[in-house]
């Protein structure tokens, strides 16, 4: 896979801290990597938007913007409101194919959900992976409500003929609910697709150095990691209390 798009099912559910720890893994089995945002909101001209923090995190070696919007909202409100030209899907493509060119990995951050509105037209994430041909990494929330838009994204990418490459839990707490728990076993129905990992809480905070020693236990095999989903899931399972 040399390009992978990271979705989410909304936002501020942990797609940088993910795609920093995807980024991480790979780049410590020693494959250049590039992360790709195509449209910052919320940030000024002189802070740091997503694409820095993933390298910040990570070490990878590459990174682009494509738009830069003040107000933190959809990309395509915030580029009109702004008075700036919006980035659509084609030129998220081309964007991501010339770094394919020279990396080994792109990594490409949504803003927002799947369908978020990129500009006018009505341009989405999910075009540009149509476009692309990549499979879509879903980010999800742990707890009560995450089942409902998990299948709704599924849903949405099985329409379009986009491949699931599975679901990541972008932030699981130190004590998780009945919910949270339970939505270990459901997830996977839900998206039809695998749970490829549980980023805990509280990561993106961590120093570098300690973020990418542990990125590894945190993500599956099939993204380059160890984490062991039934494993994971037996942790935290509890007999039903009305068994007999």
């Not at 839990?169 to 009945?178: E, H, K, S, T, V």
């Amino acid at each position: 896979m040399g390009i992978i798009v990271v979705s989410g099912t909304g936002t501020e559910i942990g797609k940088t801290v993910v795609t920093a720890a995807v980024a991480a893994v790979a780049t410590a089995a020693g494959r250049s990597v590039a992360v790709l945002k195509p449209a910052q909101t919320g940030v000024g001209p002189d802070e740091r938007g997503d694409a820095d923090e993933v390298v910040r995190l990570s070490g990878a070696v590459g990174s682009a913007e494509l738009g830069r919007f003040p107000e933190p909202l959809a990309p395509g409100t915030a580029a009109r409101r702004a008075g700036m030209a919006p980035v659509g899907p084609a030129e998220v493509a081309e964007a991501a194919r010339k770094l394919a060119a020279e990396h080994d990995l792109v990594l490409v951050e949504g803003a927002g959900g799947l369908l978020v509105r990129f500009d006018e037209e009505g341009g989405t994430l999910a075009d540009s992976a149509v476009l692309l041909g990549a499979p879509v990494l879903v980010v999800v929330p742990a707890g009560l409500g995450t089942l409902n838009s998990t299948s709704l994204t599924a849903e949405a990418l099985r329409a379009r003929g986009i491949a699931q490459l599975g679901v990541v839990i972008g932030g699981w707490p130190d004590a998780p609910d009945l919910a949270m728990r339970c939505n270990l076993a459901d997830l996977p129905r839900e998206a039809g697709a695998p749970l490829l990992g549980a980023v805990p809480e509280g990561s993106g905070s961590l120093d570098p150095a300690e973020f990418r020693a542990a990125a590894g236990g945190w993500l599956a095999p099939a993204l380059g990691g160890t984490w062991d989903a039934e494993a994971f899931r037996e942790r935290f399972t509890e007999p039903y209390a009305g068994a007999s």
